[in-house]
């Protein structure tokens, strides 16, 4: 085991289950072929009892050595330090890699997160839809003209699309050919698969403790 | 002029003057001592007139030398690339920065600018408000244990996290001591003046064209 730790919590119910944004530290992880371990702090007391690790009480968090870091999007950067497979070395492509990391975090992210939560929370009419359509069908236009986000290679930035945009009400909701090819070929490769397995794996056997 | 250019429109209406983005990248490079110079695009047909520049047909993008980056949150990650006055050089106190940059755009205007727009939408009843009101709770904490987000002195986490909270409505949602006291710090910075006057006087030129 390396130093590299991602946070999580002990257990969730089913329905997050397979979404935890751990999962996107080990697929990360996954891709670059980065020895890593997974600790857990409580469910029960999670607004609490991490502030100190988490300011928001959320997961994931993530140590590497004497660091920590938290927000997802921030140690998915910070993997892509430790590997140019995950975040080009060549100074544009860096610079596309991240511009496309932060799309998906606030502007596809920022609209899809808060239009589910009131989809979920059962609001009578989502004033986030036309919205987030509009920036479903950007996305649509983008993804329909490249195989990649960046260059012609994987990279954090399709990683990161491709975990925002799979999430289960926003990919059924209308028809977009581009997203959904590209979120197939992404979530059927085995890094995106084994850190899938490793995730329900792990919330299951937190059943039977 | 160097070759650093921030695009904008070339007008809006009054609302959102004082809180265009690109007075993100104005305030950095006012912080930075950076040279730059602003170019527009039209207002009027911004849905799809400058796709090809920013996929969701959003401002600001900016361009330096050959490179082109949009996203404000990418745009001032690559200017903290040029000035370590913006993002510390020290790897841990880099990677602080970092997450704090990205905790502004993902955990708390992931949150607020949808609020703020279901609200001037006239949404009768705002489903986002409690969600809202406990990230503005996380933040005064933080924000009444320090004056700086990273070590002792002003980054690009301060200054994202001020434009984030600064937005009226939200400022004016609740009471807290903590983040007015950093709000008002914030914004009476000469650099954070220096580029809230060029935006105002940069639509107000454009009125009288």
Known sequence: MGDLTIWTLDWVPQGPRGFVRDLRLRWACEEAGLAYQ???????????NHLDHQPFG?????SDGDLEIFESGACLLHLGRKSAHLLPREPSREAETIQWVVAALNSVEMVTVPWWFLEITGAAENGLTPWMEG?????ERVLGEREWLVGNRFTLADLLMADVLRVEKVRAFGTRPATENFLNRMTSRPAFQKALQDQLMHFASSDQA
Do not use: A
């Open 38 to 48: 997974v600790k857990t702090v409580p469910f029960g007391d999670r607004e609490t």
């Open 135 to 139: 920036r479903l069908n950007h996305m």
């Open 58 to 62: 959320q997961v994931p968090y993530m």
